[in-house]
């Protein structure tokens, strides 16, 4: 069976994502966003689940850093609703649940609903592992906050479910591969193109850069700068465009922005996922 690697313990959002995206893959836990990346280089699996950003904390950190060093290439994209559930040992009954452990980014998530109940929010290691210490530790008055995959696999009742104070709130995956697949094309939400660049050392390089995008009708979606090795002269840049590399006005764009970059590198050619336009 083919497998899919992700970060965290099983149960953890990423698996969620894992199991919604790819169903018939096999998922494979990891300890950190390096070993999910190492375990397909080393071909211990086929595909990594890698979250980028979310619509209410923004960009993930560290991963924009691995991307371009990763030596894997982006062949899909994924976006997953996080919905929030309370949960706790089977039997247990709202009203007596008196505390509520999770991750402290869920923590901030549920204000209102555990505001309204009178549950305490506790902070703990990771929503999955959360939802394991729970089940673990047999106390009828604490829950967990986690995903329905986490309710399943650790055995808890589900007491409340979607009780995120926003109702929008989304992660976007990257889908990694050891094989870049540049074949596909078009597709019912067009494809997107993920690369990285260093701009030349030359006055309003960057703006210089941009200007190919613009004059050829090409939609960037994403510009992103970060250092590279600790030196605040040394900008990186990280750009998602709609379109494949060889259509012609992307082409004639990605042309343009060579001539004032000393290093481009496409990460990765992909369809675009459905809810990126919803």
Do not use: W
């Not at 923004?58 to 899909?76: C, E, F, K, M, T």
């Not at 247990?92 to 649940?97: G, P, Q, S």
Request: glycine share 8%.
């Amino acid at each position: 069976m083919a497998r899919i690697a992700f970060q965290g313990e099983p149960g953890a959002y990423s698996h969620q994502a894992c199991h919604d995206a790819r169903p018939e893959f096999e998922a494979l836990p990891c300890r950190t966003f390096e070993d999910v990346i190492e375990s397909v280089r080393e071909g211990a699996a086929d595909l990594a689940m890698l979250p980028v950003e979310n619509s209410t904390y923004g960009r993930v950190a560290d991963i924009h850093r691995l991307l371009p060093q990763s030596g894997l290439h982006i062949v899909d994209e994924a976006f997953v609703r996080v919905h929030i559930n309370l949960m706790a040992l089977p039997g247990t009954a709202l009203k007596d649940v008196r505390e509520a452990m999770s991750h402290t980014v869920l923590l901030g998530q549920c204000r209102q609903f555990l505001g309204q109940h009178g549950i305490a929010p506790v902070t703990g290691a990771d929503t999955a592992g959360s939802a394991r210490e729970v089940a673990e530790n047999g106390t009828p008055s604490q829950a967990a906050l986690a995903s329905d995959l986490a309710a399943e696999i650790y055995g808890l009742d589900i007491l409340a479910r979607h009780i995120e104070d926003h109702d929008r709130n989304t992660t976007r995956f990257l889908l990694m591969a050891r094989e870049a697949d540049h074949s596909r094309r078009g597709g019912s939400a067009g494809m997107m193109t993920s690369f990285v660049f260093r701009v030349r050392n030359i006055p309003a390089a960057l703006y210089k850069a941009m200007g190919g995008f613009a004059t050829n009708g090409v939609n960037m979606t994403k510009l992103e700068s970060y250092m590279v090795n600790g030196s605040f002269t040394a900008t990186q840049f990280f750009a998602e465009i709609e379109g494949h590399p060889e259509d012609a006005p992307v082409a004639r764009a990605l042309e343009e922005l060579a001539y004032f970059t000393s290093e481009l590198s496409i990460l990765g050619v992909y369809p675009a996922d459905r809810p990126r336009h919803s």
